[in-house]
Each structure stands twice: as C-alpha cells, then as structure tokens.
C-alpha cells in the first residue's frame, strides 16, 4: 500500500511521472508507457503504477507542457486539440454561415476539441495570432473564395510553424488541402430544369459578382448547372439566360441580413422601381422566372418585384438558393422555392475530416461533395400565357 499526503503534495507541485516513477521504483519511460499503452508491460506492473498515479491525485491534463516538450524531442507530432478557422467578415450576419458554424461546433465539441475564429482581412494583412507563431494549432478550417484561400495558405505554410498541417476548405475547393463541397453546380441544374419543364424558357439570373468560369467557386458552379440545363433542352444559354447585378448596396444588405423580417422591412421602397432588374424585366418581357445565389437576396428581389408590380408566382417565378431565410407573408409560413444546400451537414463534414486528417486516420488530401435538393414550395408555376 502506498502512503502518501496527496493534499501537501497537491498544493507543493504538480504531480508528474518522476513522483510515480519514484514510488513504483521504476523509470518515468515505464510509467509513461504503463499510462499510455498498459499492454506493453505485465498487468501487475501496470496495475501498480495506475494505483500509484490515481492516489497521488496524477492529472495527465496538468503535465501538457511536459508532454509536449518530450515529444518534439523525440520527433513525434503533438496534438494540442486546438483548430482555427478563417472567416470572412460578414460571418456572423447571416443564417447561411450559423448553420455552416453549428456543424462544425458540434463536432470539435464532441470530440474535444476548442476552435479559434480568425477574420480574413487580419491574415492578409500579416496579423496571426500567437498560437500560431508557437504552432499550437492542429490544422485550419478556411471559408473563403478560392483565390483569397490559396493566399490564406501560402502565408500559414511558409511563414509559421504551422507548416503543412491539414486544412480543410468550405464550399469552394481549393488547391492544397482537402474540400467539403455542396453540389451546388447539380442544385442549380435541377432548380432550371424543374423550371423548364413547367414551360418557362427564359430566365435572369441576379448576381453579386459576374461568375468567372476560371475559378471553381460556388457561384462558377451555379452559373455552369444553369447553362447545362438549357442546353440539355435544347436551348442556347447565350440567348435564354439573362443576368443583372444586385448592385453593391442591395447585396451588402442581402449578406448581412440577421434575418427574414430585416429583409421585409424594406419592402414598398421606391428606389426598387428603378433597380436593373426591374429595367431588364421591361426590356425583355420574355423572361418568366428569376434566379438567385441565395435566399436572403431572393427575399429582396420578392420585394422589388412586389413593389414595381410583379406577381410572384402569377407573372414571375422566383428560386431562392441555400434555404436558410424564409420568405413568410400573410400565411406565416416559408413560400420560398429553393435549392436547398446541407450546410450543417457541410460543417459535420469538415469537422469530421479534419480530426480525421490531424489524427492521421485519413492520410491523403480528399474532397468530400454532399448532394443538394431542390425544395419546391409557392414562389414558382407555370409561366403566363404570352
């Protein structure tokens, strides 16, 4: 039996290896090892050393500075069970991103792990944070447009210790590190063909940003599913799919929406009469159904139409994209058609694989593409008679 004033020995210091090793009479390697592996030596020996450490009152939580240090002199990989994550400015603001936040919290939290949130206008302009200067950080969650996350890397990989530690892209696959992706080039294809084959044949398509198809963004890949679902059916994309700008004021309200009843606050405003929308709807009567890159904007383009005189579904038909803003009116309930992407399921994922990659249980870098679904409810019908 082993006797010991496990409240004199708390409060002089911190219990270690050396104080078990010293009462068992063996080396602070074997009790290391008894703690970590019990199967690497006789189960009386383990025993011993695992009654030792509980009754001197041995926390392994306390000793993590020890480990670490013994570790990186040995060369083996630490885990601090710490990951960051680098976000754009307008994060916080919208559903879109809570719901992308609450799959990847519940996750790290499950799994214990704690989480930095990072703006990315700091990394660009060469702020980090301590921890990573001191490397502490196990590997990086990036949600940001392709271009600015390969920027976000080359800084992290040349510049810190963070070196080539795992990292996983959101929504838009990046060169480097793996991806967890929504099918957003197959919603989009869906939501037009379901609009073709309620017979409507020409369609505008709001956007935030013209859709560069040299870089996979999610917005390339929306903007590609629309045209294959045109040509599929027979029709050039060139002369049966409009686009308009939102305009830098209405999409900065869009994406900083807190919510649905933010967004019905502006209706009946009279600058929506003059918005190009409206201007290329009275230029091209031929246009039947309006397309949008996410919910909060649809939201906004209800209220424009609404507001220079469209019916929606009667004379226009519209399709949200991400259902995450309802679009309520008098019956209380979402009436927004939308493409409707897995964006917790999305955060899960990319949790999920990046524990994966740190704990070196997936190797390699891997992209991982979740399906979409097309959610049909009231803002969409067949078209008006010409």
Known sequence: MVVANNSNMSRRHIVTL?????????????????????ARHSAALTQRIQQVAQELGYDPDKNLGAQRMAMRKYGQEVINHLVAMVFPPDYSKAHYFTALHDGITDVLSKEGYGLLMVKSPYLESGFLPACFHRGEIDGLIIYEDPMCAAQVLRQLQGETPFGQRPVVSLISATDGCSSVLANQQQGAYDALTYLLDLGHRHFLYIHGRVPNQQIASPVAQGWSGYRQACAEKGYDPDRHLFTV?????????ALGA?????????????????????????????????????????????????????????????????????????RKRNILTTVHLPLEAVGRASAKLLIDRITGKITQDITKTLPTTLVVRETTAPPPPQ
């Open 245 to 253: 700008p939102f305009g830098n004021e209405l999409w900065e309200m």
């Open 18 to 38: 050396a104080d078990i090793a010293a009462q068992c009479g063996v080396t602070k390697v074997t009790v290391s090892r008894a703690l970590r592996d019990p």
């Open 258 to 330: 807190a919510g649905h009843l933010y967004l019905n606050s502006v209706a009946g405003d009279v600058r929506f009469v003059r918005h190009p929308l409206i201007r290329t709807l009275r230029k091209h009567p031929e246009i039947t159904a309006v397309l949008t890159p996410n919910d909060a904007s649809a939201i906004l383009a209800y209220h424009i139409l609404q507001t220079a005189g469209y019916r929606v579904p009667e004379d226009i038909s519209l399709i949200g994209f991400d259902d995450t803003d309802p679009l309520v009116v008098t």
